[in-house]
Every structure is written in structure tokens, then in C-alpha cells.
């Protein structure tokens, strides 16, 4: 073989080499990456959970299913009683959530101030377990406290079924006796259903989730304990550092699609949860004069959960004509997840559409003139003087001026006044700087519209009943981000100085997260 016949065979070979190595980099490539993988951004630090022990085979479950999204995220998890778990994060004062097995424990933690949102995930009941077969033919609570069976209860100062064991046996009148004949009381629920499991007792009250895990054993329901239901809550802890992280993982695990399958997988009687996003998109239509006390919740939630919040302000007529051509098929718009009336007449309009409203806040309706009052208005029969111009709400569009006809055909005198009037705007806004221009003499807004109005009007008050405007909000009835919606609303529930501030009368007491 000649020198250049070499050359040319190992230049071949090198090729093939590279060839070969550039197809393993590739192959490799594509087995990590997913392109159809949702990508969140994280930190660095893995997100710390408090979980109830009984919670350990879900939430093992979950996430594993989280970490292999490809969102990046380590859960750090510290299993224990619920009771034990809340003493723990109350001490250390830091974690990012808490997943306690009962919402007794959940509310403990909001009364101290260390939870400040929370999520509902599943029901759990308390059971009887026993081996499989019932070896002792155990089928009632007086069964319990023969001499030939052997009992484990939780301890009610640690874990949650021990204190609605403890609770619910209390009721029956057969806590005393119960509490003497058991042989050993265990911190963690998955303590107890073990000792059954192994013999070294012969039945423990356990959830009924937990005995569905186990093949070994079989539950058996009382009268006495099939009440007692404990409602499941992740909440996200105050000191969490990384709130935004936790709050994502919260609501991955329930979401109805994703963390919620594993709980039903499981023998949980999980929630309706909202649909995995990873990141939300919600629609909010509220009347115009709502806007001053809730814009600044809206930003800072949507900041802190990483959901984009599309708001939609106008007059309530107008809103409420959208909303029914929406619901008949109009494509031009997108639904809302919540809505945030003016007044509560036109929350009636699409009540169908937003069941259980909650009255957030009232204001009251007001005339408006120029500083010093040059036509010396003091009650509304003065606005039907010659030569004034009058600027009202239209009362097709918007509740304030549904509301002005209204008050204005109770007193009788529509007719008179209607003959002043220049200008009809959807929003009172516009009204307000008419005046401050001086091309309108008077106007009726609401008390709320001036608040942030220093200079420019006079306020003059209307001493009638019917001057009045509450502001509801409601859900919409087939939302699917009904509990972001929920923690939306306990936001803007929470923001009463904002709402205060912005001229309205707050009417809510401060909500739980």
C-alpha cells in the first residue's frame, strides 16, 4: 500500500470516528432534552415541605412526577405528625409548606401567622383497621374494648388522627374507656396501620386512604367515626423565601390533572382542583370604579404567583352585555374566571353565570360641581335649574346610571332633570374630568370616583337611601382556576386599607389565606 493510499484510509477512519461521536452527542442530547417539557424558572434551593406522614405515599408519587417535568425543582420533604410538624416549622421558623392531615392544625397555623395561602387537596375519614379475614370479627366501637383485642390509637398530641380519634370518641361517650384499653399510642398514622400489619395489635383507628394502601389489611367503617371527615390543606408558609416556587408546586400538586390523580390513585377523596398551567392566565372583568382599591393587589399577586391576570375594566352594563353575548357564542372576547361588579343589580343580571357572590365594599353616589359651588347645588331638584349642564352615567352601560334613573324615578323628578343633561359616559372617570374642565357644571358620580381627586370639584352628598352602590365579586360557575380565583379574592380581601383609601365603606372582616 502506497504512503498516500495510508494517509487516505486513516483520514477515513477519523472521519468515521467524528461521525460516530457526533451521532453519540446527539442521541445523548435528545434523551435529556424534552421539547415538549414545560420549563419553570428556579432557584437553587429545593423547596422544603412539612407533609403528615399519611401523606407519604401521594406525595412520594408526586414529587418524583414533578422533578422528572423538567421543571428543575428539588422538594425536600420532613414527614411527621401533623401536631409534631406544626410545633417543628413553629420553632425553626423556616420552610416553604406545610401539608397538614387535617385542617385544624391548618388553621392553628393561620391564627399564628405562619401560613399565608392555602390550597384544599383531598377528605380522609378515620377507620378501623384490621388484618385481612378480620381475624377478631371486629364490627362495632364496643368490640374495641374486648379483652382479646389488642388496640393502637394515634397520639392526639401528635398525629391528626389521634385527635379526631380522640374528638369523635369523645362525642360517642367512649373516649374514657378506649383511651385505658389501648395497649400503645403511636405519633404517625403509618405507625399504627404497620402494627396491625405485622400482628403485634390486632386493629388501630387509622384514615381510610391509609388502609387502601396496605393489601394486608381491610377497614372496617363505625357509626361513631364515619362523620369525622378531615379535610387536607397545603398551605405556604411566611417564612418561606422563595414563595413563588412553593406556590407552583402547590398548585402542581392540586391540580386536578396532575398531584390530584395520584390522591385519587391512592383511596383519597381529593377536590375538584384547578387544571395544571405552569403559569395561569386568568381574566377579571370589574366594574371602572373598583379599579383604584384593587389594582394594586392584582400586580402584586400576579407577582407573587406568577399568573397573568387580564383585566378588563368598563361599566357594568357594558361588562354584562359581553359576558351573555360570550355565554351565546360571540368569539370576540375571552369569558372571566371572576367578576367584580359596581353594584349588586348587575351582579343579579348574570347570576346564572356567578353563583355565591360576597358584597366586598359600598359607596355612595354624590353630585360633583366646580370649587365653590357657582350655581349653588345642595340637593339634586337643583341640578333641573335652567341652564345647567348636567353630565350623567349612561344607564344602559353602567350601574351608576342604572342606579341615578333609579333614584331619580323614585323622587320624581327624572323628567326635569333629564332635560339638563349634555353628557352620558359608560364610566364616571369621564365625568369627573368634565367638570374639572369645566365643560360639564354638575355631574352624579360615585363618592369613590373623587377620592384621589384633590383639587378641581366640590363634593356635595345626596341624602337619600337609594344613593348607595355595593360592590359583590363572584367566581364564575365553570372556572377552571377556581382556587387561584379563591386566593385572588382573599387578596383583594385582604387589601381594606386600599379599599378605604379609594373612598369605599369595606364591609368584610379579614379572610383566612
Known sequence: MTRRSKTGALHSLWLVALLSLAIGVVLVALLIWNPFAEQAPTTGDPVFMYCAAGMRVPIG?????????SFGQLIQLQYGGSNTLLNQLEIAGVGDLYLAADESYMELAIEKGLVQETIPVASIRPVIAVRSGNPKNIRTAD????????????????????????????????????????IVYMPTVNEIANAVKVGSVDAGIVWDAIV?????????????????????????????????????????????????????????????????????????????????????????????????????????????????????????????DVYFACDVSFMDQVSD?????????????VIITAPKNPHGIVTLQDLGAPGIKLGVANPDESALGALTRRLWRELGIGDDLQANVSTQTPTADMLVHAVKLRSLDAAIVYRANVSKVTSGVQVIDIDHPLALAVQPYAAARDTVHRHTVDRLMSAIRRSRTDFEAAGFRYLLGAPTP
Open 61 to 69: 408519587e408526586i414529587t418524583a412526577q414533578y422533578a422528572s417535568q
Open 143 to 182: 368490640d374495641l374494648l374486648r379483652e382479646d383485642v389488642r388496640v393502637a390509637l394515634g397520639n392526639p398530641e401528635a398525629a391528626a388522627v389521634g385527635k379526631k380519634t380522640r374528638q369523635l370518641m369523645k362525642a360517642s361517650g367512649r373516649w374514657e374507656k378506649l383511651s385505658k384499653h389501648a
Open 212 to 336: 387502601a394502601q396496605y393489601d394486608e389489611l381491610e377497614a372496617v367503617r363505625l357509626l361513631e367515626l364515619d362523620g369525622g371527615a378531615a379535610h387536607i390543606t397545603i398551605g405556604v408558609l411566611s417564612s418561606s423565601e422563595q414563595p413563588t416556587t412553593a406556590l407552583r408546586f402547590a398548585r402542581y400538586l392540586t391540580a386536578r390533572d396532575k398531584g390530584l390523580k395520584v390522591f385519587r390513585q391512592h383511596g383519597y377523596e381529593a377536590v375538584e382542583g384547578d387544571i395544571w398551567e405552569l403559569q395561569p392566565s386568568l381574566t377579571l372583568y370589574s366594574g371602572g370604579v373598583n379599579r383604584v382599591a384593587i389594582e394594586g393587589t392584582i400586580e402584586q399577586f400576579q407577582r407573587r404567583e406568577d399568573v397573568q391576570i387580564d383585566v378588563v375594566y368598563n361599566g357594568c352594563g357594558v361588562l354584562c352585555a359581553q359576558m351573555k353575548a360570550l355565554r351565546q357564542g360571540d368569539r370576540h372576547g375571552v369569558f372571566p
Open 353 to 365: 353565570l356567578f353563583p355565591d357572590p360576597i358584597n366586598v365594599s359600598e359607596t355612595d353616589m
